[in-house]
């Protein structure tokens, strides 16, 4: 049977048959051995192939005859394919005409494969597990901030019937957050940064602890008759020092988190997976707000303020080692990204120590620098290419006084409104503000990131303009005519969480990694500065009858801000078109 198959498949005997000959390797033989298996015969020898050689040199002298001679010697161990022509050229057109097809098909389809993980590599964060710890982080130390700032205006409210105190407070403590805001930025870049977190963690903790005391001090000492009385005493001094110090730290760690960590963590070219991630840190951070309403309304319903007080103390006490322990997981988890930053900081700062070594000790020389950075800070600041949407959410800030915090919460102690309607009040504008980072994306989606801006500062300055438009027309004594009054602001709180989520990636994406802290902090800065307008205003007017005023001022600052905002959007500039092309 194989002689047959290999005479068909033998070329014809002819002078030019060698011509057209292919020799193909030997066929694999294989044999059966005693047990059945079956055994590959040896492999093609050089000697074969000598004396194949040899046969077709001798066949080609000798002419037709010595030619099939030779093909009849070696039959069995050679096979000669012809190839023919008509063959050939069919099998070259076949080709010729499929081969870019199958080209361009294979192409697309590398090319979907690439975008996908391009897109897939673009959502993901660079190191998700260590972004969790982050969460965690923001997670506990949020509530205890949140649950701070709902607890000491309330003590401080029933100390004495009046604005003022509050006002005073939140003057100095945002005055302290405007002058030292630009020297924060730079130092967090200088220093190392899980070192640095814990630190701060420290002092914010070791702040709250102050302050608290200070309260449970007053209140073992005799009502002040007046304002003034009250503002006099050493108490309140050592106040105004721990309130500031404790919101300068929380503004540090915010910078921290919000500007380099997030930034990190979720990787460089990933901005999906950057904005998902500073989504959720915005829902936590609202989370953490409703949880710290409903505990301070919880809290304030059963007990009385001074033991809320202490609560607070305690619950901020318990989460000072988780916050230690996650910021050194967080580092681990990351692969030690936070320590190759910290190395390099340290050589610039090694360097620049080097250079001025003689005058280290020059308390002239170190104002001069104080003051080159907080120059440094204001012009980097006005110089970035996202201006506009920074100064709109400055704009925003000054929206002091219809907002949960401590202006509003103390203007609703002093008309008699219970301890849950405050947390309800509380919660549900930080449940608005968690729905508004889920409907930001689909936003960004239909209308862009800086329409999605644009959208939500028209509809916060809509809804606070009928807010007073119902504190001014209807007295707010009445239940319904709060409610709806409180329910608007609620509402309002849908737009401004949206922007705030928007003008955070807009300046993000605006600015270089080597001055986000320092622009941030100075963004920060200028924000304090407007609160603390306000708080002045607050300080003069110093009168709860006076919260109009207020109200009307918090609302034109917020049109003011959609205003600057929709004219910005309507003349973009070639940067502002490179970095947002849709």
């Known amino acids: 049977m194989a002689a047959s198959m290999s005479k068909l498949l033998a070329p014809p005997h002819s002078q030019h048959a060698a011509t057209s000959r292919r020799l193909l390797p030997p066929r694999t033989w294989f044999a059966r051995s005693p047990a059945g298996r079956r055994v590959a015969a040896p492999p093609y020898s050089l000697v074969a192939a000598r004396r194949v050689a040899a046969s077709c040199a001798s066949a080609d002298r000798a002419g037709t005859t010595g030619l099939a001679a030779a093909e009849e010697e070696e039959l069995d161990d050679l096979l000669f394919v012809r190839l023919s022509s008509d063959i050939l050229q069919t099998e070259l057109s076949l080709l010729t005409d499929g081969a870019p097809a199958a080209d361009s098909s294979l192409l697309d389809a590398l090319e979907r494969r690439d975008s996908d993980g391009d897109r897939l590599l673009g959502e993901t964060a660079a190191y998700p597990a260590a972004m969790t710890a982050l969460y965690a982080a923001c997670l506990a130390g949020n509530v205890t901030e949140q649950l701070w700032n709902f607890t000491w205006p309330a003590a401080i409210a029933t100390l004495h019937p009046s604005l003022l105190p509050v006002a005073v407070l939140g003057f100095f403590t945002k005055l302290v957050v405007f002058a030292a805001g630009p020297l924060v930025g730079d130092l967090m870049s200088s220093l190392p940064r899980i070192p640095a977190y814990r630190s701060l963690t420290v002092i914010q903790t070791a702040a709250h602890w102050v302050s608290a005391a200070m309260i449970v001090y007053a209140f073992t000492l005799p009502r002040a008759s007046t304002a003034p009385a009250l503002l006099l005493q050493p108490w309140f001094a ?315 001022l918090s609302v034109a600052s917020v049109a003011a801000a959609a205003c600057l905002f929709c004219a910005w959007l309507a003349n973009p500039t070639n940067e502002l078109k490179r970095l947002f092309p849709c």
Request: aromatic share 6%; glycine share 8%; hydrophobic share 55%.
């Open 238 to 552: 050592v106040l105004v020092a721990s309130t500031a110090v404790d919101r300068l730290s929380c503004v540090s760690l915010g910078v921290i988190a919000e500007r380099d960590f997030v930034v990190q963590l979720a990787g460089e070219g990933r901005p999906i997976a950057l904005a998902r991630a500073n989504a959720t840190l915005s829902r936590v951070g609202l989370l953490c707000e409703t949880a710290g309403a409903s505990i301070f309304a919880v809290l304030l319903s059963r007990n009385d303020p001074l033991t809320c007080i202490r609560l607070s103390c305690a619950i901020s006490f318990c989460a000072l080692p988780l916050l230690l322990f996650l910021g050194g997981a967080m580092n681990r988890l990351a692969d030690g990204i936070f320590d190759h930053a910290t190395s390099l900081g340290s050589l610039k700062r090694s360097e620049h120590e080097s250079t001025h070594t003689t005058l280290a000790f020059s308390i002239k020389k170190k104002a001069e620098e104080a003051w080159a950075t907080i120059r440094r800070g204001w012009t980097e600041y006005l110089r970035q290419p996202v201006l506009p949407a920074s100064l709109a959410y400055v704009l925003v800030c000054f929206n002091v006084a219809l907002a949960p915090g401590a202006l509003m919460t103390t203007f609703l102690i002093h008309h008699g409104v219970s301890a849950s309607v405050l947390g309800v009040f509380g919660g549900s504008s930080a449940v608005m503000g968690i729905l508004a980072t889920f409907m930001v994306p689909k936003l960004v989606k239909e209308l862009g990131i800086l329409k999605a801006g644009a959208a939500g500062l028209i509809a916060q300055s809509a809804l606070l303009g009928a807010a007073v438009l119902v504190f001014l027309t209807g007295p707010v004594s009445q239940q319904g005519v709060l409610f709806v009054f409180l329910g608007l602001i609620v509402s309002s709180r849908l737009g401004h969480m949206a922007y705030s989520v928007v003008s955070l990636q807009v300046v993000q994406t605006g600015n270089p990694m080597g001055k986000a802290k320092l622009i941030g902090a100075t963004e920060i800065a200028v924000a304090s500065l407007a609160e603390l307008a306000m708080m002045a205003v607050a300080v003069v007017a110093k009168d709860a009858a006076h919260f109009g005023w207020l109200a009307t």
